[in-house]
């Protein structure tokens, strides 16, 4: 009996800790395509301990880049948005480039996704969740 009620404690301590885990509705690997060029990207959103969400996307086409390009930067969430700070853009054999503006990050939670409105060129980039971190 005592075996039991450990195990259902054990279950319900479980079930009660997930929540806490899912807390976090930004971490987690994405996909998306661009609907200009139609590459897939790649997002990951990581939290840090303490600061801001390491941001990195991996795209086979960059404006600035003659071909494939890794992002990386710094997110911080504000007004239940995430901002993308101190981006820059690595392209394959090149020197990286500190780029801006920076860019907004939005959460769609019915559709398991966030986009980015990209300014330079008023499109949107739906990025779907293909794994969740934590």
């Not at 899912?22 to 971490?27: E, H, I, L, M």
């Not at 780029?99 to 060129?121: G, K």
Request: glycine share 8%; hydrophobic share 35%.
């Amino acid at each position: 009996m005592k075996t039991r009620t450990f195990v259902s404690a054990t279950t319900a301590l479980g079930i009660l800790a997930v929540p806490a885990l899912a807390a976090d509705n930004w971490a987690g690997q994405y996909e998306g395509v661009d609907p200009l060029t139609g590459a897939t990207i790649s997002l990951r959103i990581e939290p840090q301990q303490v600061g801001p969400y390491n941001i990195v996307v991996n795209t086979p086409q960059h404006s600035l880049c003659s071909g494939t390009a890794k992002i990386v930067g710094t997110g911080v969430i504000e007004d239940d948005q995430m901002l993308r700070l101190d981006t820059v853009v690595n392209c394959a054999g090149a020197e990286p480039i500190l780029t801006s503006p920076d860019i907004v990050y939005f959460q769609d939670r019915d559709q398991e996704m966030i986009y980015a409105e990209v300014p330079t060129d008023n499109r949107r980039i739906n990025y779907y969740r293909v794994h969740q971190q934590g």
